[in-house]
C-alpha cells in the first residue's frame, strides 16, 4: 500500500501510486479527459453526471508515436467519489476490470 504524506499532511493510503495525466475517456454517453490514473483507478472530468456506487464503463484512448494511430484500453468499474461544479462532474473510478481493444 502506498502511503505517502498528502498536501494536508494526511497519510494519503491510495493502493497505488497515481499519475497525473491528460488521456481522453470514452463513455457511453459522451466523453472526457483524465486528470490521473494509477494501476486501480481514474480520475476524470466530463459534463456527464454520474452517482457513487454506480457501475461504469470506458475506454482510455492512448496515443501512439504515430499520429492518428492508438491504443484503446476498455475498463469497467465503480463510482468510488463524485464532485459537481457549474461546468464539469470529476468522476473518480475504481477499476475492477479492463482489456485492451482494437
Known amino acids: 500500500m502506498h502511503t505517502a504524506r498528502g498536501s494536508s499532511g494526511v497519510p494519503d493510503r491510495r493502493r497505488a501510486v497515481r499519475f497525473p495525466i491528460a488521456i481522453p475517456v470514452e463513455l457511453d454517453v459522451g466523453g472526457g479527459v483524465t486528470r490521473?490514473?494509477?494501476?486501480?483507478?481514474?480520475?476524470?472530468?466530463?459534463?456527464?453526471?454520474?452517482?457513487?456506487?454506480?457501475?461504469?464503463?470506458?475506454?482510455?484512448?492512448?496515443?501512439?508515436?504515430?499520429?492518428?494511430?492508438?491504443?484503446?484500453?476498455?475498463?469497467?468499474?465503480?463510482?468510488?467519489?463524485?464532485?459537481?461544479?457549474?461546468?464539469?462532474?470529476?468522476?473518480?473510478?475504481?477499476?475492477t476490470s479492463h482489456a485492451f481493444a482494437q
Open 36 to 95: 490521473d490514473v494509477s494501476l486501480s483507478g481514474v480520475f476524470f472530468e466530463t459534463e456527464q453526471w454520474f452517482a457513487p456506487g454506480e457501475s461504469i464503463r470506458l475506454t482510455l484512448v492512448l496515443e501512439r508515436a504515430s499520429p492518428g494511430d492508438t491504443i484503446r484500453v476498455q475498463c469497467e468499474g465503480t463510482v468510488v467519489r463524485v464532485v459537481d461544479s457549474d461546468t464539469k462532474t470529476d468522476v473518480a473510478v475504481q477499476i
